[in-house]
């Protein structure tokens, strides 16, 4: 997960959601999580990734136990295993006995914390993407109304 093809995935992924949503290249990307109510790729793969490990680490069939075990606990950074479960804990802040905390409210809550300043910034968006698209209309009389 800490490899500079999976940063190369999200600045595309990221610049895709910019064009889909015909958001000016320069909008903020902690903007599009926002906007568009979805956690950042990152994130969103750095969860999955948690919870796959978490899996492997109390699965009943003990070969996959194991080999999880020793990848995260023994092997650590120098196993792919070990390397995404310490790589998962450390964006979120856990010690690596903590990896089984992770989900997707546990993200959800993190990176809303993280981006709770933008929120009125990506409300905004929000609003005018939906008047663009036509699936709301900015009302005259309450426009007059505010400036009051």
């Given at each position: 997960?800490?490899?500079?093809?999976?940063?190369?995935?999200?600045?595309?992924?990221?610049?895709?959601?910019?064009?889909?949503?015909?958001?000016?290249?320069?909008?903020?990307?902690?903007?599009?999580?926002?906007?568009?109510?979805?956690?950042?790729?990152?994130?969103?793969?750095?969860?999955?990734?948690?919870?796959?490990?978490?899996?492997?680490?109390?699965?009943?069939?003990?070969?996959?136990?194991?080999?999880?075990?020793?990848?995260?606990?023994?092997?650590?950074?120098?196993?792919?295993?070990?390397?995404?479960?310490?790589?998962?804990?450390?964006?979120?802040?856990?010690?690596?006995?903590?990896?089984?905390?992770?989900?997707?409210?546990f993200v959800s809550y993190h990176v809303s914390t993280e981006l709770h300043t933008y929120n009125v910034t990506a409300s905004v968006i929000y609003d005018l993407l939906c008047v663009k698209s036509h699936q709301a209309e900015l009302s005259v009389?309450?426009?007059?109304?505010?400036?009051?």
């Open positions: 997960m800490s490899h500079s093809s999976i940063d190369n995935v999200c600045i595309a992924w990221r610049k895709g959601l910019r064009r889909a949503l015909g958001l000016p290249w320069r909008t903020h990307s902690a903007l599009l999580a926002l906007v568009t109510g979805t956690l950042p790729l990152m994130d969103e793969l750095l969860c999955r990734t948690a919870m796959f490990v978490s899996k492997c680490l109390t699965s009943d069939n003990s070969l996959v136990n194991f080999v999880a075990r020793h990848g995260v606990y023994v092997f650590g950074q120098n196993s792919p295993v070990g390397s995404n479960a310490l790589w998962c804990c450390m964006r979120f802040g856990l010690r690596l006995d903590m990896l089984k905390l992770i989900n997707r409210n009389l309450g426009a007059a109304e505010c400036r009051h």
